[in-house]
C-alpha cells in the first residue's frame, strides 16, 4: 500500500527531501499561494505548526500557481513572504501543480486517496490533506476550512 513515505518533493531550497523523513509524524499537506484571499491561513498553519510540533506534528506547504496565478513569485521570494508576512517556519517545498498531467506525485496521490467536492480535483490554494503517523490519509478539508478548525483532528491523530 502507498503512504506519505513513498514520496519525495524538492524543497523550496532545491534540497530534495525523502517524505519517509515524516514517519511517525502526524502531517498536515497544503497547496499554498501568496496572492490568494485565503492566504492569511499561513498564520493559522504555523500557529498549529508550533502547538503540535513537539507532539510529533508538521505543516507541508506546497505553492501552486494553477489557481487564477496566485503563486507568480519565484521559490526564493515565497520563502522570503512566508517567512516576512507570516513567520513560516514549516517545511516549504518548490512550486508544483497539483491538478492535470503534471500533477506531482503526491498530488495525485492524495487526491486518489480522498475526493473533494470536484471529484479528485483541488478546487483551490490550500486544500488540506491530514495524514496520520502511518502515512495514510486521515481527511481532506476545503480550502476556506480555517486551520484551527483542524485541531480536534490533528490531537486525535496524534493519540492514534
Same mark, same amino acid.
Not at 496565478?69 to 501543480?97: H, L, T, W
Not at 483532528?153 to 491523530?157: G, P, R, V
Given at each position: 500500500?502507498?503512504?506519505l513515505?513513498?514520496?519525495?518533493?524538492?524543497?523550496?531550497?532545491?534540497?530534495?527531501?525523502?517524505?519517509?523523513?515524516?514517519?511517525?509524524? *502526524?502531517?498536515?499537506?497544503?497547496?499554498?499561494?501568496?496572492?490568494?484571499? $485565503?492566504?492569511? !491561513?499561513?498564520? &493559522? @498553519?504555523?500557529?498549529?505548526?508550533?502547538?503540535?510540533?513537539?507532539?510529533?506534528?508538521?505543516?507541508?506547504?506546497?505553492?501552486?500557481?494553477?489557481?487564477?496565478?496566485?503563486?507568480?513569485?519565484?521559490?526564493?521570494?515565497?520563502?522570503?513572504?512566508?517567512?516576512?508576512?507570516?513567520?513560516?517556519?514549516?517545511?516549504?517545498?518548490?512550486?508544483?501543480? *497539483?491538478?492535470?498531467?503534471?500533477?506531482?506525485?503526491?498530488?495525485?496521490? $492524495?487526491?486518489? !486517496?480522498?475526493? &473533494? @467536492?470536484?471529484?479528485?480535483?483541488?478546487?483551490?490554494?490550500?486544500?488540506?490533506?491530514?495524514?496520520?503517523?502511518n502515512?495514510?490519509?486521515?481527511?481532506?478539508?476545503?480550502?476556506?476550512?480555517?486551520?484551527?478548525?483542524?485541531?480536534g483532528?490533528?490531537?486525535?491523530?496524534l493519540?492514534?
Open positions: 500500500m502507498t503512504t513515505r513513498d514520496f519525495s518533493a524538492t524543497a523550496i531550497d532545491g534540497q530534495d527531501i525523502e517524505l519517509s523523513a515524516y514517519d511517525g509524524k *502526524v502531517v498536515l499537506v497544503v497547496n499554498t499561494a501568496s496572492k490568494c484571499g $485565503l492566504t492569511p !491561513q499561513f498564520e &493559522g @498553519l504555523q500557529q498549529l505548526h508550533e502547538q503540535y510540533g513537539e507532539a510529533g506534528f508538521t505543516v507541508l506547504g506546497f505553492p501552486c500557481d494553477q489557481f487564477a496565478n496566485q503563486e507568480p513569485g519565484s521559490e526564493d521570494e515565497i520563502a522570503e513572504f512566508c517567512q516576512r508576512n507570516y513567520g513560516v517556519s514549516f517545511q516549504m517545498f518548490s512550486k508544483i501543480d *497539483v491538478n492535470g498531467d503534471n500533477a506531482h506525485p503526491l498530488f495525485k496521490w $492524495l487526491r486518489q !486517496q480522498k475526493s &473533494g @467536492l470536484l471529484g479528485d480535483k483541488i478546487k483551490w490554494n490550500f486544500s488540506k490533506f491530514l495524514i496520520g503517523k502515512g495514510e490519509v486521515i481527511d481532506r478539508y476545503a480550502p476556506t476550512t480555517a486551520p484551527e478548525k483542524l485541531s483532528d490533528i490531537e486525535k491523530a493519540i492514534g
